[in-house]
């Protein structure tokens, strides 16, 4: 059997499962197709990273959903908090983020649902100090100024980095910024070290000679997940189960393409070839559905931000997947 057969029947069996996942019903074997009733357009929110990227600049999304009389309107956002806020009010239907933005967005209120995820990324986040930096070891960190997104997937970096070192998050400056502000402050100066991810880490690295102190590798999962608004899960199931095997489409062309890879993300968010030739080499593609492990690991996640008081209560992260994500998991 040829490998591109085998991707196939691996792409048609994960895709089972998602649908199951996010549509609330389990795959029937038939085809698909969007109801003359079902909202004719939906709106995606995406960042200068991931699959989502490669799928705008592909084009193929739109080429599918066009024959079903569906538009996707694409929104870019510089981080995933507020690419979540933007969920929550109603401005973009799906989008991609990592661990953190959820777990601050359930927390807040946010009527969401995970529908699948992209496996462990986690060197593709780190903490970097300038090429000049006498900081060596993570225990180095204590008293410093460190720029991050607040509620993005690097403060959970900082968490267990800070965490390994010994070090309390009390006893450190965090500088909450999004990330071109938080890049100004590097440059300038004015912060100690910088904890982002990619392309921008890459960015940092090539362009600014940005010494890496830590990665995620050791310390934390760094997913990918895709999340949708509660309503729109439940109301259009058809349109997303097109939008997630489109996502699968296009992890497979990924995995096997590396430099038409960097070509398309390096025309989609204008960085260069090499900076983002760099960041697509630590790009983990393969969506699946949201396993028990996954939930598992961003509970774990949202107990540690609780417990320091930087989400308002405590959530029950599988509260955020639709009722069928059971279903799916126990094969009923």
Excluded: C
Excluded at 84 to 101: C, Q, R
Excluded at 112 to 128: F, M, Q, T
Excluded at 137 to 154: F, H, Q, Y
Excluded at 210 to 234: I, M, T, W
Aim: charged share 20%.
């Amino acid at each position: 059997m040829s490998n591109r057969h085998e991707n196939r029947l691996s792409r048609r069996t994960t895709l089972g499962l998602l649908f199951a996942a996010a549509a609330g019903v389990l795959a029937s074997g038939m085809p698909v197709t969007v109801q003359a009733q079902a909202q004719p357009e939906v709106r995606i929110g995406y960042q200068k990273y991931g699959t989502l990227t490669l799928l705008k600049g592909r084009g193929t999304l739109e080429k599918r959903l066009s024959e079903q009389g569906v538009k996707v309107k694409w929104t870019e956002f510089p981080a995933g908090p507020v690419l979540l806020e933007g969920l929550n009010v109603g401005s973009i239907d799906f989008g991609t983020v990592g661990e953190a933005p959820p777990i601050f967005a359930q927390a807040a209120g946010a009527s969401l649902v995970y529908v699948g995820n992209e496996p462990a990324s986690p060197g593709s986040e780190a903490i970097v100090v300038p090429k000049g930096s006498g900081l060596r070891t993570l225990a180095e960190l204590k008293g410093k100024k460190i720029a991050l997104n607040k509620g993005s997937n690097v403060h959970y970096l900082l968490l267990k980095a800070l965490e390994k070192a010994g070090i309390a998050y009390s006893e450190i400056q965090p500088v909450y910024l999004p990330p071109a502000d938080a890049r100004a402050a590097f440059e300038r100066g004015s912060v100690d070290a910088w904890a982002i991810w990619d392309p921008f880490l890459a960015a940092a690295e090539k362009q600014l000679g940005a010494r890496v102190l830590a990665d995620g590798k050791g310390l934390v999962a760094n997913y990918q997940f895709y999340l949708a608004s509660r309503h729109y899960a439940e109301k259009n199931p058809e349109i997303l189960r097109i939008v997630l095997d489109e996502i699968a489409k296009v992890d497979d062309w990924g995995r096997n393409n590396p430099d038409d890879v960097a070509a398309v993300l390096s025309a989609q968010t204008g960085l260069g070839r090499d900076v983002v030739a760099l960041a697509a080499s630590r790009y983990a593609y393969g969506v699946k559905p949201v396993s028990v492990d996954v939930i598992a690991s961003q509970q774990k996640v949202a107990d540690a931000f609780s417990s320091l008081k930087l989400i308002p209560k405590p959530i029950v992260v599988k509260d955020a997947l639709l009722p069928a994500r059971q279903l799916a998991a126990s094969g009923k």
